[in-house]
């Protein structure tokens, strides 16, 4: 046991001391924390970006309403006529003249964007939208109603989704903030147990080809070496997993700060207050949904599930790569064990990020949920959907004796193979080891 | 203190050890020779536990071998190797640390074995910035550091220049002088001849000869002389006392082999000679190690 413990330890300071794991702890969480402030910040100031001054040239006599300014187009009416706007358009300061001729209503055709630059898809889109609301809030007033009807026949729905819970209350709840954590925790979880498994295999090649294996294993057992590699680096993860949340968190409230500034901090929480304003509702509404929800998330059950079946996924799949690596004398020989083991993993990934997500409570999300080689991420993806609690431990219960086995399978093959210098192994061989006595 | 009995080892198609058998003396270095691939490396790793045999066994003093005597055995492997990344005082530090010595003692002898093979700087160096001779000797170090009862050296000298060769070779006498015992695995027979006490010489998975160096060499004498003389003289004079394997002249002397017949000794030959020539030198051919091994392997081949 003592031996076990001076090589996790000696696994895991290696890992920690190296400049890379330094650099890219402290990295990420900086970049994921600018992600996270350039987003806040457009989101506050708005991704409008250039405001476009157009002239209006309007010739038609039906059409009296007139168009408004928003944030992005400016729209002053002329009453010069086409030829000499576009013969002053450069003196004039406009961006395009708008040309609207003298159509009839039910049939509008002949309007014209006209400008030294080629208007865009999307400028000629948004134009061609505001037109079209301006001749059927006309067409309304001329068949009699008033502005304020005209008002009154926009409304906005903001549907309020509430799961039954097993206690029969009610709880708030949003698929959005769901599918948003389940992203996330799939993903990590993904790139996790391929990132840290494929660091066991390569622990294994480096023992192999500097031949240091042969001096290790006459002082110890190799299952002794493979678990200390196996945990070693396990904690290697964690240390890693754990560092990135606190940065994430510390770095990202100080670029809140500094990037939005303070006057706009009060902006958020007033939003987020659902203010009257249209405007105001038109940006809250998405994000202070999914603030309601995310509060309604049970958090503390999700990351310690989220721990769980990061150990429990990363010791079954991680003990598959430390005999790869110990069938194997340098990582390019590596290919044709690696994709059997990384198939399930990335179906487990492709359907959990994919059918999962649409329907977290199906039967291809429950037995993905269920068998050990795609629960880790499955799991992880259907929880924030909520998950039966019998199902939760028959998954955890599954995991455990999963990589119970596929360690004892694993030790089988690493203890013959770690000594086999030169050979090209194949699948065949790799099973021979397996009934060899010791 | 270590006895090997009939030990049995197969592989999937060939067998590697084939009831080996043999004794290996407290307190003597004990040569394992063999051509490659006849079975030395295998049956040096059922000594360390690295595997276990088929069938027969192996006693450590007495007692069957077991997990507890791993810390009482030192073992250099021909594939060397250490972990390029890691800082060489850290990591031998680590290796002794498994090997079950304190943190405390472990630095103590590490900084005593530095100091006196000329290694004190290299401490905090990283194995991949050491040449192959330098990792050889962090090595060595290692190997001898948690002061085995057994060490088991494969092919020591290789990689080796021949001031360092010679360091090690010292070092080694001076440690099996305290009192450990030696088994020390090679093909290079000059080496043998200067440490060896004993050898057992293995081919083709079947150990073909052991006993004590000299025993063996004894049993390999036939009688044969080298004689060098001036001036002239028939060699059919000495026909009934032996046969002339070999004529040649140096100089403006002769120099003859000479196999006598059983029962005749070197004086008679001599008695015959000195009337007619100045004899310059006479040795006895004794066989060297090198010629038993090869002798030995190509009968058996």
């Given at each position: 046991m003592n031996k076990i413990l001076l090589i996790i330890q000696r696994e895991y300071l290696s890992r920690v001391k190296k400049k890379s794991f330094i650099v890219m702890t402290l990295l990420t969480p900086l970049i994921i924390a600018i992600f996270y402030g350039i987003i806040i910040y457009f989101s506050v100031?708005?991704?409008?970006?250039t405001f476009t001054k157009v002239a209006v040239i309007n010739e038609n006599k039906t059409l009296t309403e007139q168009l408004k300014s928003t944030p992005t187009f400016g729209y002053t009416y002329e009453n010069k006529s086409l030829a000499q706007m576009k013969a002053d358009l450069g003196k004039t300061g406009y961006d395009y003249i708008l040309y609207l001729p003298d159509f009839k209503l039910d049939n509008p055709t002949g309007v014209q964007i006209l400008g030294t630059k080629q208007a865009g898809l999307t400028l000629s889109g948004r134009i061609s939208s505001q037109i079209e609301n301006l001749i059927r809030n006309q067409k309304l007033k001329d068949s009699g109603l008033t502005q304020a009807d005209v008002d009154k026949l926009k409304s906005d729905v903001d549907i309020s989704v509430k799961k039954i819970g097993e206690t029969g209350k009610e709880e708030d709840s949003s698929a959005g903030a769901a599918t948003i954590i389940a992203y996330v925790s799939g993903v990590i979880m993904f790139m996790f147990i391929l990132l840290y498994g494929i660091q066991v295999m390569r622990g294994v090649i480096e023992e192999k080809t500097s031949r240091i294996i042969e001096v290790m294993i006459s002082s110890v057992k190799p299952f002794q070496l493979m678990m200390g590699k196996i945990i070693g680096i396990a904690l290697v993860g964690l240390t890693q997993f754990i560092l990135w949340i606190v940065l994430t968190a510390s770095i990202s409230t100080v670029a809140v700060k500094v990037l939005v500034g303070k006057e706009e901090a009060k902006q958020i929480s007033s939003m987020q207050a659902a203010g009257p304003g249209k405007q105001a509702v038109q940006a809250a509404g998405p994000i202070g949904d999914i603030q309601k929800s995310l509060a309604s998330l049970n958090f503390p059950k999700i990351i310690s599930v989220f721990f769980f079946f990061f150990i429990g996924g990363y010791l079954f799949y991680s003990a598959l790569y430390a005999a790869i690596g110990s069938a194997v004398d340098s990582e390019t020989e590596t290919q044709q064990f690696m994709m059997p083991v990384m198939m399930p993993l990335l179906l487990g990934y492709a359907l959990s990020l994919s059918v999962v997500t649409t329907d977290p409570y199906g039967n291809i999300a429950f037995w993905l949920s269920i068998i050990p080689f795609t629960s880790p991420i499955a799991m992880m993806v259907r929880l924030p959907y909520g998950v039966p609690d019998w199902q939760l431990a028959l998954s955890m219960l599954l995991l455990i004796v999963g990589f119970i086995g596929t360690v004892w399978m694993a030790s089988r093959i690493y203890r013959v193979g770690i000594l086999m210098y030169g050979k090209k192994t194949s699948f065949k061989e790799i099973l021979k080891w397996f009934s060899y006595r010791n | 203190m270590l006895s090997v009995k009939n030990i049995v080892k197969q592989y999937e198609n060939h067998r590697a050890l084939d009831d080996v058998s043999l004794e290996v003396p407290t307190g003597k270095i004990f040569g394992l020779l063999g051509p490659n691939g006849a079975g030395k490396t295998s049956l040096i790793r059922i000594i360390t536990q690295i595997t276990a045999p088929d069938s027969g066994e192996v006693i450590f003093n007495g007692k069957?071998?077991?997990?507890?005597h791993i810390a009482q055995i030192g073992y250099l492997p021909e594939e060397r190797g250490l972990y390029?990344?890691?800082?060489i005082g850290e990591q031998v530090l680590y290796l002794s640390k498994l090997k079950g010595l304190s943190t405390a003692e472990a630095t103590k002898r590490i900084k005593f074995w530095f100091e006196k093979l000329g290694m004190e700087s290299w401490w905090n160096k990283k194995v991949e910035d050491l040449s192959k001779g330098m990792q050889q000797k962090v090595q060595f170090v290692a190997t001898i550091l948690h002061q085995p009862e057994l060490i088991i050296l494969d092919e020591p000298f290789s990689g080796f220049d021949p001031v360092n060769a010679d360091i090690i070779k010292n070092e080694i006498l001076e440690l099996n002088k305290q009192g450990s015992t030696f088994i020390f695995s090679t093909h290079r027979m000059e080496s043998v001849e200067e440490l060896c006490d004993h050898i057992a010489l293995i081919n083709r998975s079947k150990k073909i000869l052991d006993g004590s160096v000299d025993d063996i060499k004894d049993m390999y004498r036939n009688n044969t002389y080298w004689i060098q003389y001036e001036g002239n003289y028939d060699l059919s004079g000495i026909a009934l006392l032996g046969t002339v394997l070999q004529t040649e002249q140096v100089k403006n002397t002769t120099l003859i082999k000479v196999q006598l017949q059983e029962g005749q000794s070197v004086n008679e030959l001599l008695a015959a000679l000195l009337p007619y020539v100045a004899i310059h030198r006479l040795d006895e051919v004794i066989p060297t190690m090198n010629d038993i091994f090869i002798d030995k392997v190509k009968n058996v081949n």
């Open positions: 100031k708005g991704v409008n970006g | 069957k071998l077991d997990s507890s390029k990344k890691m800082e």
